[in-house]
């Protein structure tokens, strides 16, 4: 079973800047792993012309729960998938096995 990544930032198609002058993804956005260049989904940043946000983290675009997805047009769905967070499958914690 492949390992579940973490710790994912953000790509997206357009950016603004928010009135503290900070980066901001707009547009259509992807997850993104720190020291790759391509999207969790595959699609390479260059060719798709994705700005990366390594300051961004990947559940602050969540429409749903994201304090910075408010220019967030359209979430891949399989960069979301794959990026779920654990609390989505599980609502209780269970404790960790050694
Ligand atoms: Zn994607």
Not at 11 to 37: E, F
Request: proline share 13%.
């Amino acid at each position: 079973m492949p390992r579940r990544p973490t710790g994912a930032r953000v790509a997206a198609s357009s950016t603004w800047t928010d009135p503290d002058g900070v980066r901001m993804p707009a547009g259509d956005v992807h997850g993104w792993l720190p020291g790759t260049n391509q999207t969790v989904c595959g699609i390479p940043l260059s060719r798709a012309s994705l700005a990366r946000f390594p300051h961004v983290a990947w559940p602050d675009v969540d429409p749903a729960t994201g304090a910075h997805a408010d220019a967030v047009g359209h979430v891949c769905p399989r960069c979301r998938g794959a990026l779920r967070p654990r609390e989505g499958r599980e609502r209780r914690s269970v404790p960790r096995r050694p």
